[in-house]
């Protein structure tokens, strides 16, 4: 069964960091991208970033703008955020997301439950 | 970017109801266009993949159609957990790109 746990989320100050960790299991995480996707208080989904199966590719939504960092660990079979320079606007549920095939892009076909992060002072 | 749009933006409907919630996408992707039912509270759900491919388990009431830039999601006879908020989103390129959403009430 696939499994996908988010923790590293909670309130902080604008201007401050959070790293989100999603650990991953019931499948070969090396063989999946990974996305996170996050959806703000009463609003739609929005993708924010994904990385290729083995690490070494990365994409990011275009609202970013470098204050993001995705990053896996194969061994660990954890995805991580880096997430810097936080604001208001950044405040919503994180989902850690597994791409449906293993080249990407690509439809989700499951998702963790969410981490809220809340940005606020 | 890709640009996707759902309407309605909400619409409502008994149970038994035949749904439909069209997407259009800003730019040709194929059928790279995938369906998710995200109930109040929980992580969306995978419906549909590849424009008309059904996810395994998912219930055969809903289907998909559409190739290009137009899209359309039908739930032929709706049901009581079907009450929901669903999503479009292009898997054509990056970034990835949602719909707005389509609200589905209770009449």
């Known amino acids: 069964e696939v499994q996908l746990l988010e923790s590293g989320g909670g309130s902080v100050q604008p201007g401050g960091s959070l790293r989100l960790s999603c650990a991953a299991s019931?499948?070969?995480?090396?063989?999946?991208?990974m996305s996170w996707v996050r959806q703000g208080p009463g609003k739609g989904l929005e993708w924010v970033s994904v990385v290729s199966g083995g690490g070494d590719r990365t994409y990011y939504g275009d609202s970013l703008k470098g204050r993001f960092t995705i990053s896996r660990d194969n061994s660990k079979n954890t995805l991580y955020l880096q997430m810097n320079s936080l604001r208001p606007e950044d405040t919503a549920v994180y989902y850690c997301a597994k791409g449906r095939i293993a080249v990407e892009p690509a439809a989700i076909d499951y998702w963790g439950q969410g981490t809220q992060v809340t940005v606020s002072s | 970017d890709i640009q996707m749009t759902q309407s309605p933006s909400s619409v409502s409907a008994s149970v038994g109801d035949r749904v439909t919630i069209t997407c259009q996408a800003s730019q040709r992707i194929s059928s790279w266009l995938a369906w998710y039912r995200q109930k109040p509270g929980k992580a969306p759900k995978l419906l549909i993949y590849a424009a008309s491919t059904l996810e395994s388990g998912v219930p055969s009431r809903f289907s998909g159609s559409g190739s290009g830039t137009d899209f359309t999601l039908t739930i032929s006879s709706l049901q009581p957990e079907d009450f929901a908020t669903y999503y479009c989103q292009q898997a054509n390129s990056f970034p990835l790109t949602f719909g707005g959403g389509t609200k589905v009430e209770m009449k």
């Open positions: 019931g499948f070969t995480f090396s063989n999946y991208a």
